[in-house]
T-cell receptor, first 114, second 109 residues
Framework: ETGVTQTPRHLVMGMTNKKSLKCEQHLGHNAMYWYKQSAKKPLELMFVYSLEERVENNSVPSRFSPECPNSSHLFLHLHTLQPEDSALYLC?????????????FGPGTRLTVT | SQQGEEDPQALSIQEGENATMNCSYKTSINNLQWYRQNSGRGLVHLILIRSNEREKHSGRLRVTLDTSKKSSSLLITASRAADTASYFCATDASEKLVFGKGTKLTVNP
């Protein structure tokens, strides 16, 4: 968790709301990731950014919109979410997009959609 | 698609005992990593083992890798209550990590 911060830590939103999750890494890494963690399911990779360029979108619904304005910041914009989107959203970073690179995770945002 | 799968799903032991968790995967890998997650928090990297390595140690952790069986194990020796957490293996697939569902370990004082 050290070096990667996420805000807010908890978020409750209605299905018609628009909100954003923020992630910041202080490690000088070039790659950043958004993951979704739901109960009893494996960690799901949502988006991957390398040097601010999106390199992967794992068939994520358009109600999730990522933004990476620079290599240290990553946002996840949320709109018209569904109750099944309630989950822990984790941001991570790594030096590069390489399988041998350790990923550093933030503490997560616990999202509840009502 | 899920690559790594941990076993057992849950494990409860007494403090001082050893805990062993297993991970099986389906396709060839270059590396396998183990992570730990305390309840409701982010994951923390524990150890990485390369495909040409068979065993690796880090403190009270011992990881083995058997590429012929496509499996890995994580052994925590002399467990402590603070080791209570979920443990995940992650395999590299197309240069990205694919995580399993994890093993939830409870160490009772």
């Amino acid at each position: 968790e050290t070096g990667v911060t996420q805000t807010p830590r908890h978020l409750v939103m209605g299905m018609t709301n628009k909100k954003s999750l923020k992630c910041e890494q202080h490690l000088g890494h070039n790659a950043m990731y958004w993951y979704k963690q739901s109960a009893k399911k494996p960690l799901e990779l949502m988006f991957v950014y390398s040097l601010e360029e999106r390199v992967e979108n794992n068939s994520v619904p358009s109600r999730f919109s990522p933004e990476c304005p620079n290599s240290s910041h990553l946002f996840l914009h949320l709109h018209t979410l569904q109750p099944e989107d309630s989950a822990l959203y984790l941001c991570a970073s790594s030096q590069e997009i390489r399988g041998r690179d350790e990923q550093y995770f933030g503490p997560g945002t616990r999202l509840t959609v009502t | 698609s899920q690559q790594g799968e941990e076993d057992p799903q849950a494990l409860s032991i007494q403090e001082g005992e050893n805990a062993t968790m297993n991970c099986s995967y389906k396709t060839s890998i270059n590396n396998l990593q183990w992570y730990r997650q305390n309840s409701g928090r982010g994951l923390v990297h524990l150890i990485l083992i390369r495909s040409n390595e068979r065993e690796k140690h880090s403190g009270r952790l011992r990881v083995t890798l058997d590429t012929s069986k496509k499996s890995s194990s994580l052994l925590i020796t002399a467990s402590r209550a603070a080791d209570t957490a979920s443990y995940f293996c992650a395999t590299d697939a197309s240069e990205k990590l694919v995580f399993g569902k994890g093993t939830k370990l409870t160490v009772n004082p």
